[in-house]
């Protein structure tokens, strides 16, 4: 089975905590799968749906890290959004 890939980042510019929305149409990611993502800045981060938390911590400025995850991803239910360690840090998401 085939799956388009899309973008999603926090609403407002892709920086700091926040609902996580699509970088085209900015529609509010729910209900979905992610399926990796890309992230900088100092500190933990948390992705996060009613039923489940991906966390994950960075712990120098040359951590940016990137991770795909294989299979099926992780699935999301209802709204998924980040917590981010600061206003400055950034998220990018691979979901569908």
Request: charged residues 15%; hydrophobic residues 40%; without cysteine.
């Amino acid at each position: 089975m085939s799956t388009d890939l899309r973008s999603g980042q926090p609403a407002g510019g892709g920086a700091g905590s926040g609902t996580l929305v699509d970088v085209l149409t900015s529609v509010t990611l729910e209900d979905t799968r992610i399926r990796g993502f890309a992230a900088s800045g100092i500190g933990t981060f948390a992705i996060k749906a009613s039923n489940n938390i991906i966390k994950f911590t960075l712990t120098t400025a040359s951590d940016a890290n990137s991770e795909i995850f294989t299979d099926a991803g992780f699935k999301m239910i209802g709204n998924v959004s980040v917590s981010a360690p600061t206003s400055a840090s950034t998220l990018i998401v691979f979901y569908g």
